[in-house]
């Protein structure tokens, strides 16, 4: 842009001073003309750094998945295939579902028997309830019966003791008595071995989980997760992406174990930073239009705007060391800073390959008027990406 606007810039000063001599060319004009493009062109530059950064460090960041199986097992499928656009959840890999599926069928017999069982202490648990109820029945009526025996004593004894009754129906009335207290303590027993049958039962069936009984609780839990296990066996895509690398073959056995993953998975989905100077970004904010240029889109001007500054890079972190911190004459260079951009939707289509470069320029609410430049510029770039300069 620069040498277009020199360019333009001599063509005008051969049109004045030689083409029309308009002026004369003497030592005070050439000095005006040798100095104006220098100054102008410093002071539009460092304008333009200002109110439009560039940076030439634009990175495309994808999120990577170390696809690790849930459970262990040989692999008898690997239906992905290598650097191959995937749905999510399409299948990756299965693992022999075998024992598995063993499994899930010995907790369903498991789980028909303890729900048989529980169905029978159920219905053992109702006739033991009934049996108390009816007990408990017998002991009231034998409580009435002790009590009206009682009161017949009582009044026998009472005639007797005016002369108005005779001794054989107060023998008779305490032989009564007797047979209902017997009877009474017979009922409490008869109560007693019931509520005993009962507490059996029901210690026999456990306590209630979610309105279930503990046992068959226990064994659906373990159904449930042998379940999940056997689901588990099937590997599906975790997102739109593709398996990058894929080495896993059928045959190979595979582990729950996160620092051995079975494949890497790239996702689709991908997020652009560029890196900027500490001293480029004091203007920008979030929301400010933003064009990006990559090497591997030559020709191509994508939109975006700013998403985020990340205000962190690991200079700003003292690391947990008994070491003291080194700062010497060997310290480190100051840190760029990264900017998230967020790329307009109509050019989501477009594939950003994970570790595209490039460049991007940001343009801020200051002196828009100048910023037609740093597009021009970002313009010519990307045809220039076409080039291709090497001798071999």
Do not use: C
């Amino acid at each position: 842009m620069e040498a277009i606007l020199l360019g333009i810039y001599s063509f005008f000063v051969w049109l004045i001073f030689f083409k029309f001599k308009w002026l004369p060319w003497n030592t005070v004009t050439q000095v005006i003309v040798i100095t104006i493009p220098i100054v102008g062109l410093t002071v539009l530059i460092l304008t333009l750094n200002v109110v439009a950064p560039s940076s030439h460090d634009v990175r495309v960041l994808k999120y990577v998945v170390n696809v690790v199986p849930q459970v262990r097992g040989r692999v008898i499928e690997v239906p992905a295939e290598g650097n191959r656009p995937m749905k999510k959840g399409d299948v990756l890999f299965r693992i022999d579902p075998t024992p598995y599926q063993q499994q899930v069928d010995a907790l369903e017999a498991q789980l028909a028997n303890a729900e048989g069982s529980q169905r029978e202490l159920e219905e053992q648990l109702k006739g033991a309830e009934a049996q108390v109820a009816q007990a408990n029945a017998r002991v009231r009526q034998a409580s009435a019966q002790v009590d009206l025996a009682r009161k017949r004593v009582d009044q026998n004894r009472e005639l007797v003791a005016k002369g108005a009754g005779n001794k054989f129906d107060l023998e008779q009335a305490e032989t009564n008595l007797r047979d209902a207290e017997a009877g009474l303590d017979g009922a409490h027993n008869n109560e007693g071995q019931a509520l005993a049958s009962e507490r059996q039962i029901r210690q026999r069936m456990g306590a209630k989980v979610n309105g279930e009984w503990a046992q068959v609780a226990q064994v659906r839990a373990q159904l449930e997760n042998a379940r999940w296990e056997l689901d588990q066996t099937t590997v599906r895509a975790p997102a739109n992406g593709s398996a990058i690398n894929l080495q896993l073959r059928p045959g190979s056995m595979t582990a729950a174990f996160p620092v051995t993953p079975a494949l890497t998975f790239v996702e689709d989905e991908y997020t652009v930073v560029a890196l900027y100077d500490q001293n480029e970004l004091y203007a920008v904010k979030p929301g400010d239009d933003a064009e990006i240029v990559l090497l591997t889109l030559p020709g191509e001007v994508i939109k975006a705007k700013v998403d985020s500054i990340i205000w962190a890079q690991g200079q700003g972190q003292s690391p947990i060391s008994t070491v003291l911190p080194q700062t010497g004459p060997s310290a480190l260079p100051p840190g760029q800073f990264p900017v998230k951009l967020s790329v307009d939707p109509k050019y989501r289509e477009f594939f950003l390959a994970a570790g595209a470069r490039g460049d991007a320029a940001i343009y801020t609410d200051h002196v828009a008027e100048i910023q037609i430049l740093r597009k021009v510029i970002m313009r010519i770039g990307t045809k220039l990406n076409y080039l291709i300069v090497k001798l071999h």
